[in-house]
Each structure stands twice: as C-alpha cells, then as structure tokens.
C-alpha cells in the first residue's frame, strides 16, 4: 500500500504543478517579443515581394513571346524569297488582286543579269519583259513564271497591272536573294 500512497503523492504534486503553471503567466522579454514580430513581417513582405516579381516575370515573358513572334514574322513578311545562281526558279504570281482590280493586261519586268527560262522557247531568255493580257478565266488564278540569275545578289522583279485603257492601275515587285552555290 505503501507504493500507492507514494504515487498518489506524486500525481497530487504534478497536478498542483501544472495548476500554478496554468496560472502563471508566461511572457517573453520584450526584446525576444520585438524579434518574433519583426521577423514575421519580414516574412509576409518577402511574400508579398515574391508574389510581385513572379507576376512581374510572366507578364514579361508574356509580352517578350508576342513580341518576338510579331518581330519574326515581320521580317518573314520582309524577307526576300532565296535561290541559287544558274539554276531556274519557278515563281507563282497572285492573280487574285489582278481580278480584284478589274486588270486585263500585266507586265513582268526583270532587272539585269534575271532572264526568262524556257526549255523550249529559249528565244525568251533574251527579254527584259513580258507583256500579257489577263483572260477573265484566270480569275483568282496564278501565273507561273520560271526565271533564271546569271549572277547574285539582291535583284527586284516588278510586276505591273494595266486596266482595259492600257492605264496603270497598280505596280508591284519581288524580292530575289540570287546566291551562289547549293542551298540546301
């Protein structure tokens, strides 16, 4: 009984314990208090400050993706076609603004050292231009046209659309890049 008695007398002086420890009042030093709390808002203002460069950053990256894609496709638009010294190209021309513009007749005009190319009328090489009358058939159509450099270099093929009176009415050119060697 005697090993009761004791551990009755121990949980009596634990409850007493943790009585007076209920009732007193803990406080921190108010240096310790200052700290704690300081440290706290440095926290949220460092979130805080986080969260603003995160959406900083993908507004950026945002406008940077846009950006570049107008940027590139702008110089897509810009670029002239590519081709290889000595070697014919095909070009399509667009009737589709021919028709649009009500033209009944088109000239190709070629800057020097561009020639016409054809296997079978090679009497076309020798001509700086080419005069056509559109049929109305063509609407929205093409034009294909094979041409061939016989020296590189930058070279404008202009491409002109005359109304039923043999008047302009609208003008347009074509950028060549002519480069020596193979392309691929």
């Known amino acids: 009984m005697n090993h009761e008695a004791d551990d ?3 949980q009596d002086r634990s409850r007493a314990l943790f009585a007076a420890a209920r009732e007193e009042r803990i ?15 440095t926290q949220q203002d460092q979130t805080r400050r986080l969260l603003r460069w995160r959406m900083f950053s993908l507004a950026l990256m945002i406008f940077l993706s846009l950006a570049s894609g107008l940027f590139l496709k702008s ?13 014919p190209m095909a070009v399509k021309i667009e009737l589709a603004s021919a028709t649009d513009l009500k033209a009944t007749g088109i000239e190709i005009m070629l800057p020097e050292g561009v020639s016409f190319y054809s296997e079978t009328h090679t009497s076309l ?3 700086r231009s080419l005069q056509l ?12 046209i094979v041409i061939r450099s016989q020296s590189h270099g930058l070279k404008e093929i202009k491409i002109r659309f005359y109304g039923s009176e ?3 009415i609208s003008e347009k050119s074509l950028t060549i890049q002519f480069k020596k060697g193979d392309l691929s």
């Open 166 to 168: 043999h008047e302009l």
């Open 133 to 144: 009358t559109l049929d109305p058939s063509f609407a929205g159509g093409t034009l294909p």
């Open 125 to 127: 090489a020798e001509e």
């Open 75 to 87: 110089r897509q638009e810009n670029a002239p076609f590519v081709a290889t010294v000595d070697r």
């Open 27 to 41: 406080e921190a030093p108010l240096y310790l208090q200052t700290r704690v709390l300081a440290r706290l808002k």
């Open 8 to 10: 009755k007398k121990a």
